[in-house]
């Protein structure tokens, strides 16, 4: 199968959304939170917004059950890793707003090994040499979590837990978008991770979207799926056993994939073998956020259940249309709007007119002038116009997966010919 088939300081507010987010706990119970900034530094407490940190030291000294917040922007950490091994840390962006950006080039760039380990509202980009994201622990949670990685593997998630709303991409050859792959080791032998409206795109030759391989002795991985999208070159999902009594199983319902790979007795949800999975490919408004774009068949053809979260990977509702939609983006049909700010008068001697204007979302604009033929525009726009008479300007404008304002604004201004002026004789 191709893969081409489916393609400052803080403000105020977000002081607020920190507050709200973190509580206000008593000091017996509640962890510490440590705060991260792209301009903070080594030598910082981490203590508050006014002393937050580098991300390097909130994720790296975190003791067992911290939370860390990682306020928004863009943090460049080279090769550093970022990692801990302690139970119960939470490192989070603030939901509501921008997530924050991590550019990293060391082999893994964000670590937790810890029991209930957690991370949510996170954009990463991974150009290291093993694992983009690797969360492996029992009872971990992952939610509204953007990966990119030219590794190996972009996301390894397990052995227990839940990760929803959540989009793992690689480049690599060989790669694997999402991998919960291990063996037992006498600590633990079984764990089960729940996957809901995942996106996992694996772009390099024989590679996988998402792989549960089994191996050791008395292994048993069990991975339940739902509303998820899995694309591979080499197969879309992947379920292999091997080892002494170790056991794999792949099971999916309301998720979108069209080839399967098994071996040594894994097991994976056939193809076409429930009504509620589809093998029709998507369709996908970017390849970056692979957003779905208009007439995909993962629009309202998802399920629901207690695992299913709230929000999409953007922050928009979950379930918008009739039931929720298959993978990490919840479709949005809502058009844009575009709104004119400034037209020349109706009535004008002038020849130059300077038009701006404005939409309600991240839109390209399209301008037509008269009769002539659409053409991409940007606010301002300046019209000069040769002849006298009505003119007429139509702006109209599409949104990032496809939707078409379907009320342009139009603006219809006239112009006079210049009046002489009359001589006066004496």
Not at 1 to 23: D, I, K, N
Not at 104 to 112: M, N, Q, R
Request: charged share 20%; hydrophobic share 35%; net charge positive.
């Amino acid at each position: 199968m191709s893969t081409t088939r489916r393609l400052l300081a803080v403000p105020a507010l977000v002081v607020g959304a920190l507050v709200a987010q973190t509580g206000l706990a008593t000091p017996a119970q509640a962890a510490t939170v440590r705060y991260a900034a792209p301009d903070g530094t080594s030598a910082a407490s981490c203590a508050s917004l006014a002393t937050a940190c580098s991300i390097q030291k909130a994720i790296n000294q975190a003791a067992a059950g911290d939370e860390v917040v990682v306020t928004p922007g863009t943090y460049n950490v080279g090769t550093t890793v970022l990692a801990t091994s302690q139970s119960g840390v939470n490192v989070h962006g603030v939901a509501g707003f921008p997530r924050p950006t991590i550019n990293t080039a060391a082999d893994t760039g964000l670590a937790l090994s810890g029991a209930s380990a957690r991370v949510s509202d996170l954009t990463m980009n991974h150009s290291g040499a093993v694992w983009g994201l690797n969360v492996f622990a029992t009872n971990i949670s992952v939610q509204r979590v953007e990966v990119h990685s030219t590794a190996p593997v972009a996301c390894f998630l397990g052995l227990s837990g839940l990760a929803r709303d959540t989009l793992c991409v690689t480049t690599a050859d060989g790669g694997v978008a999402l991998d919960d792959s291990w063996g037992g080791n006498g600590t633990f032998t079984s764990g089960t991770l729940v996957l809901r409206n995942i996106t996992a795109v694996a772009t390099g030759a024989a590679s996988y979207g998402i792989r549960a391989d089994a191996s050791g002795s008395d292994t048993n991985l069990d991975v339940s799926a739902r509303n998820v999208i899995a694309i591979g070159s080499a197969a879309d999902l992947r379920s292999t056993e091997v080892g002494t009594n170790s056991e794999s199983d792949l099971i999916l319902t309301n998720s979108n994939y069209d080839k399967i790979e098994e071996g040594g007795g894994g097991n994976v949800t056939n193809v076409g073998s429930s009504s509620s999975n589809q093998t029709t490919p998507p369709v996908f408004a970017d390849a970056v956020g692979f957003h779905q774009g208009l007439g995909s068949p993962t629009i309202d053809k998802g399920g629901s259940d207690a695992s299913v979260g709230t929000f999409d990977l953007d922050g928009n509702p979950r379930k918008i249309g009739s039931a929720v939609d298959i993978g990490a983006d919840e479709f949005d049909p809502t058009p844009p709007d575009v709104v004119l700010d400034r037209t020349p008068k109706k009535k004008t001697h002038k020849r130059k007119a300077i038009f701006t204007f404005h939409a309600t979302e991240s839109v390209w604009f399209f301008c037509v002038i008269d009769r002539k033929a659409m053409k991409p525009c940007t606010s301002p726009l300046k019209v000069k116009s040769r002849k006298r008479g009505k003119h007429t300007l139509t702006v109209s404008a599409i949104d990032s997966v496809g939707n078409v304002d379907p009320t342009p604004a139009t603006y219809t201004w006239k112009i006079k010919k210049k009046s002489k002026k009359k001589k006066h004789h004496r």
